[in-house]
Structures are given as structure tokens and as C-alpha cells.
DNA sequence: ATGGTACCCTGAGAGC
DNA sequence: TGCTCTCAGGGTACCA
């Protein structure tokens, strides 16, 4: 999409999980997607006329897209081919004069689609009190130490605050938990004491943290049934889950292999092991 | 302030 | 085969 000029733009249904905007088609269309980026779990299209495009996958959104296809052909491409639940059809021509098609097909509709204003990004309510991004290096021991102190709230529902870190979800935060030898009924505020212990609890987890992130993104991330990348295909890092939904199965971590246990915190599942994770 | 819970919605899978 | 029940990548509103 990116360097892309949007042809038209046409809706399903005129809500996913809010209304869309007023006047969403028409302010897209004929607009070229200047720049496509991301922040948390928020995608960006910043428009030529100023706007930025946000949109949410929700649960079970996801994005494919015909391109590539010469002429004409590119609308009867298979992918191109309507299917239940699509909501939002994007008719682009690339920056190399080839027409394309995004289709955003969302079965359960927690997604969503809005536009910013211009230079309303940081002052947007869905983006101003988002946290670190848990890509690079600046999530660290110390950092993350310091984002924690003083928090009795359970260490996996401080790492799904997203005014915390911004961009983490139930997967990931199960296996940095157990990567990081973590439990995740732990206080988060332990890891602030004073100490090498729990600044080494901080690093461990700071880093298992960037690990898990940065190896998803590599194995082109979590498939749970259908789920797919934009090209239909499947991520396949599930492969790699050490705990989540494998309830019962043995804990990977070297010398362990004591059953992995499931329990439920603030509403979700939270996968670990009882044995290895303190 | 920070739980925990219900809710938005559809589909998949299990059990009967 | 078909029914009912439970659960699911997220986030927010509301309660105690």
C-alpha cells in the first residue's frame, strides 16, 4: 500500500466494532498512502491529505491483497474474489502503475477503522497514553524496573497494560513469562527492589521480552486457526509457543518439564509452569 | 487506584 | 448429523 493512490474505497457495513467515520470513503479515496507505519497494535496509513488512516485488527481481522497482478486482471484474481466477513475493500494502483486490491475481513468485528486529523496523533485518546514499544533496546532492565515500582497488580496484567508496554498480547506476555523463569501471579512492583536479584529478574525478562517479540515477527507471527499473512499464508511461530495452549504438556525449560499449568487472570488464560516460573 | 467481570461478535471444536 | 457448551490474538465500561 505504501506509495500507493487509492481508486476507491467501499464498506460492507457501515460499523466494525464503532461506526466509521463520517465521510470515511470519500476522505481516503484519491488520497495517496504517503507513509504505512505502526505503533502498538495500531497500523497507520498517513494520507496525502493530512489524515492518518488507524486501523485495529481486533482479535480476528486480518488484511490480504492482490498486487502484482498486470491490468485488468488484478480484480479477478482469486484473492480479489469477495468472501463472508469482508468489510473493507481498498482499490489502489501501486507506485508502479499496477492496480491492486486490500481487502480487510474481520469474522468477529473487534476491529476497527477510524481517520486522524492532521497532526492529531499525539494528542489522538486511542494513541496518547500508549507505553514503549517492546521492539529495541530501549525496553531494558532498568527501564522496565522503573515502569513497575510500587505496582501490586500481577506482573502478567502489568505486561498487558498497554500504558506500559505498548503492543504486547496474551501469547507473547505467556512466553516471555516462561522464558524469563517469571511467574505470572509475581507482584510486578518485585521487580523494583532494590538489589541484583531483581535487577536480574528485570533484565531477564526485559530481554525475554524483545526476544519473543523480535522471533515472532521473524517467524511471521502467531497462526491460531485461521489467522494468515497478507499473502494468505500462515505465521508460523505457534510452533514455538513453550507454554501457551499446552496446557498439561512438559515445560520446555532445560531440566524442568514439569506440566504446564493453565489459570485465568483478569479474564484470559495465562499459560505457565509452576514449577520453573517463580 | 486497581482489581475482577461482563461485554462486543462469530466460528471452531468438543462432547453428547 | 446436529445440538449445546466453551473458548478464542483485544480493549473498554463498569462494578466493588
Known amino acids: 500500500m505504501a506509495g500507493a493512490r487509492v481508486e476507491s474505497v467501499a464498506l460492507g457495513r457501515p460499523d466494525l466494532r464503532f461506526p466509521f467515520p463520517e465521510r470515511f470513503a470519500e476522505r ?20 496525502s491529505s493530512g489524515e492518518t488512516l488507524l486501523m485495529h485488527l481486533g482479535m480476528s481481522g486480518s488484511f490480504r491483497a492482490a498486487s502484482g ?13 469477495l468472501a463472508a466477513h469482508d468489510h ?8 508502479d502503475n499496477e492496480p491492486a486490491r486490500v481487502i480487510y475481513n474481520d469474522p468477529r468485528r473487534f476491529g476497527f ?11 489522538h485518546p486511542l494513541l496518547k497514553d ?25 506482573l502478567k496484567a502489568a505486561l498487558l497494560d498497554q ?40 533484565e531477564k525478562l526485559a530481554t525475554a521480552i524483545r526476544e519473543v517479540i523480535a522471533e515472532a515477527i ?19 511461530f505457534q510452533h514455538t509457543f513453550r507454554v501457551y495452549d499446552r496446557e498439561g504438556e512438559p515445560c520446555p525449560t532445560p531440566g524442568c518439564g514439569a506440566p504446564v499449568t493453565r489459570i485465568v487472570q483478569s479474564g484470559r488464560s495465562t499459560f505457565y509452569c509452576r514449577h520453573c516460573q517463580r
Not at 497482478?69 to 474474489?81: C, L, T, V
Not at 510486578?188 to 541484583?196: E, F, N, Q, V
Request: glycine content about 12%; charged content about 25%; hydrophobic content about 40%.
Open 28 to 47: 481516503i479515496a484519491g488520497q495517496r498512502i504517503e507513509t504505512l507505519s505502526r505503533r502498538a497494535k495500531y497500523l497507520l496509513a498517513e494520507l
Open 69 to 81: 497482478i498486470a491490468g485488468a486482471d488484478a480484480f479477478h484474481h482469486p484473492r480479489s474474489k
Open 88 to 95: 473493507v475493500i481498498f482499490d489502489l494502483v501501486t507506485s
Open 113 to 123: 477503522m477510524t481517520l486522524v486529523e492532521a497532526g492529531g496523533r499525539d494528542t
Open 130 to 154: 500508549l507505553g514503549m514499544e517492546p521492539t529495541g533496546n530501549r525496553l531494558d532492565g532498568p527501564w522496565l524496573a522503573a515502569a513497575f515500582a510500587g505496582k501490586r497488580t500481577p
Open 163 to 202: 500504558r506500559i508496554i505498548a503492543g504486547l498480547g496474551n501469547i507473547y506476555v505467556c512466553e516471555a513469562l516462561n522464558r524469563a523463569s517469571l511467574s505470572p501471579t509475581r507482584e510486578a512492583g518485585t521487580l523494583s527492589r532494590r538489589g541484583p536479584v531483581a535487577a536480574r529478574r528485570a
Open 218 to 236: 521473524q517467524a511471521g507471527g502467531s497462526s491460531l486457526r485461521d489467522h494468515m499473512r497478507t499473502d494468505g499464508t500462515l505465521g508460523y
